[in-house]
């Protein structure tokens, strides 16, 4: 059978455009992550997370049903504000397709210029009117604005009869009976004397203002033929139940973020009223890509009124924003796509329905590969922000004696550490020689980074806002300091990672929103800024400063991420001396010499030593297998010991199994300590000794 360049039959032609369909939605949903990232705070990320992935199936099936039936509301309505001025419209099916993709692109576009596909669709690809595509979106735009008072109003009296009226929405309710007379004037009496004005005035009917003397006068038509129709009752029912629909949906989207948060009401006449800010909000004119931003200001704004906090409003908001448009977008998507394959430019033409080329065919697959490839990349940055849940506690697993238990019973001191063999990541501390283990935190929020204090007495550690915090977001931890006699906790900062002590005990360094170094005076409470990207680091504004270690002489050895990668020693007026692309870069006690992790033999890393004054870096440390893929390396206060964590395989820090080992400074590699013996995550080690070995 001759091709002549095309594929024959109905199941190719449904199969490329199946492609052509899931490449597109696959596309949207790559662009949906990626604003998303760009949108949320970094110190909300695992809140927004935590939301998303807690978020009930049933209540976002509700939003699917709620999103269907209004488009389908609204396909009936524009149809029938069409047939009021055409002659021949299109099928409810057609503009049903048109109806979705114009919901995708009012969201996506800023200032409502998505309302133009609408236009575009039904003038190019059904040979509809411009005028009467013109009228019918105005008509239908003006009685959203009617029904949505009517719902405002209705609403305040449910505030009344609840004893809980807010008096703000009178004003809304006259501002936007206000806008509808405006409108409503607008479509009517002035485009009728505009006309009128331009016949009456010679050099008004030259060139383009001509055009568009005639383009009023058929859209004047068009509205008139509207007005006669005696649809008013059907358009207001219609409009009524596409905003019944539309915000039946939102709110039990609402309700399936809210709910983790006690804080916040779910009461309908409390919730709407904040569900329709943010829809206003995203309609302002403002140049927002999917409304990002936007739609987050104006719902929390209204929720923080109502008495939530401002952080968990823009959570809930941001939350609610991600899961209705993975919906929106995904039909909007499908709609697009398979109005573009039905009509092709003009009327559908039944004909050609099982035909299409291999043109086609090839760009349907060549669209989902790369949209594929684009999810896949942005999958990947959501990944480097750190596990998304929590990891296994795991279990306890036997100890293998060693010869060199005699190495511990010499020591006199303690080892700190974080570990999640509890359910998640808590302080525990295990005394040396008598190898006591002990839990010293029992927070439900993570906790991880101990640092003990040069006398021994306090360890000071990070701990998480949230439940579950991965260690890849540095923004999301506050600073807390145990006195390891009393047991007693103190608030040291709010909004500071990785705590470390001053070489007098009586400072404490910590990073603060990524970009800084902030030192607090234990005596005094004051907070000083003593290194900052782009301001005393000659480094750009945004880059994180990680793991920051400032040494007795005020040099800063750190680790350069978002940016760039580097590890660095920062010396004075913000001088930068890179040594290296590793991580974890600290001094040894008194500044004695540098050391890091860095590319290695086994297992790709290793412990590198550096010379403090030409920063001249060797291999000074590689474990022996299988825990060969060292992290986390100390050396205790007497300058003798390496403590370190090590996994057999895995590399993330607070989700692979870590086991925390101990290396005297100087003896053989295989005279190496395993100090912990559990499948679980152990990580952030620190060790103190009373007396060398």
Known sequence: MPLNGQLQGLPTSMLSRLLISIGVSIGLLGILIHFTLASAEPALWSSLISALLAFPAAYLLLYLGASLVRTYLQSLRYRMLLQASEKSVPTLFHVYLVTLSRNMF??????????LSYIAMLNRGCRVSGESCVS?????????????????????????AGGDFQSWMIGVVLVLGLLVMFLLFLLYPAISLANKLISRVGWLQRGLLSKGSDLLGRIEDALKESAKAGITGRLLGLSLGVRAA???????????????????????ARVLPALISAEAGASLPVPAFMGFGTYEAGGTLALT??????????????????????????????????????TGGGVLETSSAG??????????VTLLVITSLFVVYEIRVVKKRGSLVPPGQGEPVASVSSAHNDTLKRMDGFLVWSSNRSGNHDIYLRSFPDGRTRRLTTHPHTEYFPRISPDGSRVVFARSHEPWVSQRNVYAWDVWMLDLRSGKERLLAKNGNVPTWSSNGKKVNFQRNGNQVVQLNLKTNKETIIYQSGVSVQVPPKTELQTPHVGSKGQLAVTFRNTMRATAVVGQGGKVNKVGKGCQLSWAPGDRFLFKIDDGKRMGNAVHKLNPETLES?????????YSHEYFPVVANTSDVLVYGASAEGHEH???????????????????VRITHHTGNDCWPDIFLNRPL
């Open 305 to 342: 009124v109502l008495g939530a906090s401002a952080a968990t409003s823009l959570m809930v908001m941001l939350a609610m924003h991600v899961l209705s448009q993975i919906i929106d977008y995904l039909l909007g998507g499908i709609g697009l796509v398979l109005f573009i394959m039905k």
């Open 106 to 115: 009012v969201d996506m576009l800023p200032a409502r210029l998505g309302e």
């Open 136 to 160: 019918s979106l105005a008509i239908a735009f003006v009685f959203d604005l009617i029904a949505l008072g009517v719902l405002l109003i209705v609403l305040m009296l449910m505030q009344v």
């Open 246 to 268: 539309k915000y039946f949906g939102l709110y039990w989207l609402f309700v399936g973020v809210a709910d983790q948060f006690p804080e916040i009401s779910t009461a309908l």
């Open 355 to 364: 035909r299409v080329s291999w043109k086609t065919a090839a760009a349907g």
């Open 654 to 672: 607070d989700t692979a199994d870590y086991e925390i080992f101990l290396w005297v400074i100087g003896q053989s590699l295989n005279q190496v």
């Open 618 to 626: 060797k291999v000074w440390f590689d474990a022996p297998l299988p």
